[in-house]
């Protein structure tokens, strides 16, 4: 669109984007009061079954390494050189074991490295790292 100006015949080339903001604020409006309906959930009524029990939940085992190198299982101290061990055996237990392994960040590297590699000797496949936000 042009228009003429009063001083001179050059040709404006602004556009006036007042309308195109009234636009999509009224479209945003109009998303606003109905994505609260496209989420209804249908009403069923479900039938009545006998009482299933959940199923077994097991806690995992966590390993922790201090400041001092020192380890723990489960906020218990426990030797290092018994680790592999311990490991082996409750993998052998429990074939879908967890394990969570927390180390101070003044942990020694080799410590914290050593403890996955037994992690991994022992056939452990589900590990976690723990941090802080």
Same mark, same amino acid.
Not at 4 to 32: C, G, K, Q, Y
Not at 58 to 81: E, G
């Given at each position: 669109? /042009?228009? /003429?100006?009063?001083? =001179? =015949?050059?040709?404006?080339?602004?556009?006036?984007?007042?309308?195109?903001?009234?636009?999509?604020?009224?479209? %945003?409006?109009?998303?606003?009061?109905?994505?609260?309906?496209?989420? #209804?959930?249908?009403?069923?009524?479900?039938?009545?079954?006998? /009482?299933?029990?959940?199923?077994?939940?097991?806690?995992? %085992?966590?390993?922790?390494? =201090?400041?001092?190198?020192?380890?723990?299982? #489960?906020? =218990?101290?426990?030797?290092?050189?018994?680790?592999?061990?311990?490991?082996?055996?409750?993998?052998?237990? #429990?074939?879908?074991?967890?394990?969570?392994?927390?180390?101070?960040?003044?942990? #020694?590297? @080799?410590?914290?490295?050593? %403890?996955?590699?037994?992690?991994?000797?022992? @056939?452990?496949?589900?590990?976690?790292?723990?941090?802080?936000?």
């Amino acid at each position: 669109m /042009a228009f /003429a100006s009063r001083n =001179d =015949d050059d040709m404006m080339s602004e556009m006036n984007i007042t309308p195109l903001v009234d636009v999509m604020l009224v479209l %945003l409006v109009v998303f606003i009061v109905t994505a609260p309906m496209l989420t #209804n959930a249908i009403p069923v009524q479900l039938p009545k079954t006998a /009482a299933v029990a959940p199923a077994e939940r097991t806690d995992p %085992l966590v390993i922790s390494i =201090d400041a001092q190198q020192q380890l723990f299982i #489960n906020k =218990d101290p426990f030797p290092r050189d018994r680790l592999s061990a311990h490991l082996q055996q409750a993998k052998a237990n #429990n074939a879908n074991l967890v394990v969570q392994v927390q180390a101070d960040k003044e942990a #020694n590297y @080799g410590e914290v490295a050593a %403890l996955l590699a037994d992690v991994e000797q022992a @056939g452990i496949t589900r590990l976690s790292l723990l941090t802080q936000k």
